[in-house]
């Protein structure tokens, strides 16, 4: 019913910002809270943020607020993840993911983030 691409991701520097999105396919896309993870190798996946249906109800996990901005843009089926003031702690595969029924069932493929010092 959903099908996500993520893509934005790259190699930078400490300190740098990147602008990842998520491209959803389905005509449900825009009912259904959306979430950022990150996942590294020998770790769980990590929660980063999620915004509701209606842009409201935005929730960061500790480790990013005040440095990573979650937007979605319904007319387009995306979601978009602003990173900004990247750290070494971050480097991480990012994965878009939606909620349905309060899971999220439907993941991207992911997209690397690579931050070096």
């Known amino acids: 019913q959903v099908q996500l691409v993520e893509s934005g991701g790259g190699s930078v520097q400490a300190g740098d910002s990147l602008r990842l999105s998520c491209a959803a396919s389905g005509r449900t896309f825009s009912s259904y809270r959306m979430g950022w993870f990150r996942q590294t190798p020998g770790k769980e996946r990590e929660f980063v943020a999620s915004i509701r249906w209606s842009g409201d109800s935005i929730y960061y996990a500790d480790s990013v607020k005040g440095r990573f901005a979650i937007s979605r843009d319904n007319a387009k089926n995306t979601v978009s993840l602003q990173m900004n003031s990247l750290k070494p702690e971050d480097t991480a595969i990012y994965y878009c993911?939606?909620?349905?029924?309060?899971?999220?069932?439907?993941w991207g493929q992911g997209t690397q983030v690579t931050v070096s010092s």
């Open positions: 993911g939606v909620n349905v029924r309060d899971s999220y069932g439907y």
